[in-house]
């Protein structure tokens, strides 16, 4: 795929001087990990409930129907991913078929979405839950923004010792995660009654108060950061090959794992799997799925924190912003970046402390961490990040459109189904039962006005500036 492609005053230029992160050192398996960051554990257990609740208790059947909208949107991320390899992802695939100051204003919604959920969000949720596990089962009484502020350190060391040690960090984190829900899943199989072994697959059974379109608005944003992989591009052996592979695969796992939980909360009858892994298993098992959703919480701080330091980099590199951002350390690891990222996490954990300090509306009460007022920190935080991204994959879907998807039935199947997948995320924002609580509606607001400004940003970029975006993705 050449310049040719593009409208004339689209083309982009290669520089001689290039400042590139270490090449060639991770696999497809690195990638998928990378890609897994997404936290489906995290998603699964901490947002499953909600799902189940809003779906009246057919939440398999509405994954299965959102994972073949996602696989649409994989396809069209998968096909940018065989024409461009570079650190910047979709900032580069929207700069090669929208244009630079489209690729300008989808770079910083993009980006200041992955750092909302890299930075703010993971601190504090898991700031929130550490406190309270380890107040729980070790007496070790610290409160939430200390834990917050160790979680930042723990992510921002790993990535920044070394690229190939965060994703054996995440796999590792992952695979711990997973095995207890696997361990429940098929106890609760066993022992569940054989004759409603499929009636959460099919949507006639929705209950009372329930919606499949709610439902499905919810899952979308389950599967928000699939393309996490595609920040890769630089340091992967064979991006071409590896990266498409990631992003899909992470789509069927991810997808697999959400259908393998929800089933588990329909014929377990609950909508919570600790006290669930409890009663079915052991208390030792209760208490591993809390740890459990601690350490994804990890994992996706690692993998949102990877992502959003690529990105700063990239761009300090272009010279959209400052070009120290663009500093990389002895190993060719955006230090710069990742610290900025990281000082974003600590500057609003303050402010959150600052905020709503360490005041709790039921502390004697089941699910402590969510009684927390700080809790609703961490649910603006994504609902900013979720609905960023959504706008974001929206623009890779008619970039698609216009570069390439017209000329492939598949992708353009693909482009279609991202699209409307991408507008079912957005629209969840605004529907009734979907839509932010009062309690954390200004993430929703402040979302809005990130997107206005990031616009008028992109808008009046000087356009020599402008003219250099993405002028390092490599073209294959």
Excluded at 21 to 35: E, F, I, P, R
Excluded at 124 to 149: K, Q, S, T
Aim: glycine fraction near 12%; hydrophobic fraction near 55%; charged fraction near 15%.
């Amino acid at each position: 795929m050449g310049a040719t492609d593009l409208d004339e005053g689209n083309k982009l230029t290669m520089s001689t001087d290039v400042n590139r992160l270490a090449q060639g050192q991770l696999s497809t398996l690195d990638c998928v990990a990378q890609s897994l960051a997404v936290g489906p554990v995290f998603s699964g257990a901490l947002l499953g409930g909600i799902l189940a609740g809003l779906s009246g208790g057919v939440g398999p059947f509405v994954i299965v129907v959102t994972v073949i909208g996602v696989l649409g949107l994989g396809r069209v991320v998968s096909e940018f991913a065989k024409r461009y390899s570079g650190t910047g992802t979709v900032y580069e695939f929207i700069a090669r078929s929208l244009g630079q100051r489209a690729a300008v204003f989808a770079a910083g919604v993009y980006h200041l979405a992955a750092t909302a959920l890299a930075g703010p969000g993971i601190a504090i949720i898991g700031g929130l839950l550490a406190r309270d596990f380890f107040n729980a089962h070790m007496g070790i009484d610290w409160p939430w923004w200390v834990w917050a502020l160790i979680v930042t350190a723990i992510i921002l060391e790993v990535n920044v010792v070394g690229v190939k040690i965060s994703m054996k960090a995440q796999l590792a984190l992952i695979a711990a995660s997973v095995l207890p829900f696997v361990i429940l899943f098929f106890k609760v199989l066993l022992d569940g009654p054989t004759d409603n072994s499929i009636d959460s697959f099919n949507p006639s059974n929705v209950a009372e108060g329930g919606s499949l379109f709610k439902g499905l608005l919810f899952a979308i944003l389950m599967f928000v950061g699939f393309e996490l992989s595609a920040a890769l591009g630089e340091e992967t052996k064979n991006p071409k090959h590896s990266i498409p592979r990631a992003v899909l695969m992470t789509i069927g796992i991810t997808g697999a794992f959400y259908i393998m939980t929800q089933y588990t909360l329909a014929i377990g009858g609950g909508l919570d799997f600790a006290p669930l892994a409890e009663a079915e298993l052991s208390r030792f098992f209760g208490i591993w799925i809390e740890l459990a959703v601690i350490l994804d919480i990890l994992a996706v701080g690692i993998g949102f924190q990877l992502a959003a330091a690529r990105g700063v980099f990239s761009m300090a590199r272009d010279g959209v912003l400052p070009k120290a951002l663009a500093r990389t350390n002895a190993k060719q690891l955006p230090i710069a970046g990742s610290i900025a990222v990281c000082a974003v996490a600590v500057v609003t954990t303050l402010i959150a402390l600052a905020k709503y300090g360490t005041d709790l509306i039921d502390p004697t009460g089941p699910d402590f961490a969510f009684n927390s007022k700080v809790f609703f920190g961490f649910l603006g935080t994504t609902v900013i990040g979720g609905m960023l991204i959504c706008l974001v994959y929206l623009l890779v879907c008619l970039g698609a459109l216009k570069l390439f998807a017209t000329k492939n039935p598949l992708d353009l199947g693909g482009a279609i189904l991202g699209l409307a997948t991408c507008a079912g995320g957005i629209a969840a924002q605004f529907i009734e039962g979907t839509k932010p609580a009062p309690d954390y509606e200004w993430g929703r607001t402040f979302g809005i006005v990130i997107a206005i400004l990031v616009a008028i940003w992109a808008a009046v970029a000087k356009k020599d500036v402008v003219a250099k975006v993405a002028q390092h993705a490599t073209e294959h």
